[in-house]
């Protein structure tokens, strides 16, 4: 069982940035490969980004690319999600999730979820 708890999340205006981090309870984070979602009120879950288990393969969603960027610290067991130039389309809860599978995609099988963090851009 993997523990994920989101933090950083909160109210910024536009052209703001934020940094999300989610870190893992497990010694084996190492083991995982870690993605970011999102959700809006009405829309269905997004994928924003994905980080494989070394970092060196890293995938974004297209709503996202150049302004967002996925790293990881795995003495730290944790992910982050820098986000730079903040727009109202952005606001959603934030979810990371870990996947037992080498690289981290929109198509991958995660297993396991955090809560989620809210994520709000005010105009």
């Known amino acids: 069982q993997v523990q994920l708890v989101e933090s950083g999340g909160g109210l910024v205006q536009v052209g703001g940035s934020l940094r999300l981090s989610c870190a893992a309870s497990?010694?084996?984070?190492?083991?995982?490969?870690m993605g970011w979602f999102r959700q809006a009120p009405g829309k269905e879950r997004e994928f924003v980004a994905g980080?494989?288990?070394?970092?060196?393969?890293?995938y974004y969603g297209d709503s996202v690319k150049g302004r967002f960027t996925i790293a990881r610290d795995n003495a730290k067991n944790t992910v982050y999600l820098q986000m730079n130039s903040l727009n109202p389309e952005d606001t959603a809860v934030y979810s990371c999730?870990?996947?037992?599978?080498?690289?981290?995609?929109?198509?991958?099988?995660?297993?396991?979820w955090g809560q989620g963090t809210q994520v709000t851009v005010s105009s």
């Open positions: 980080i494989s288990r070394s970092g060196e393969i890293i």
């Open positions: 497990r010694r084996t984070f190492s083991n995982y490969a």
């Open positions: 999730a870990a996947s037992g599978t080498p690289v981290a995609g929109p198509r991958s099988v995660y297993d396991y």
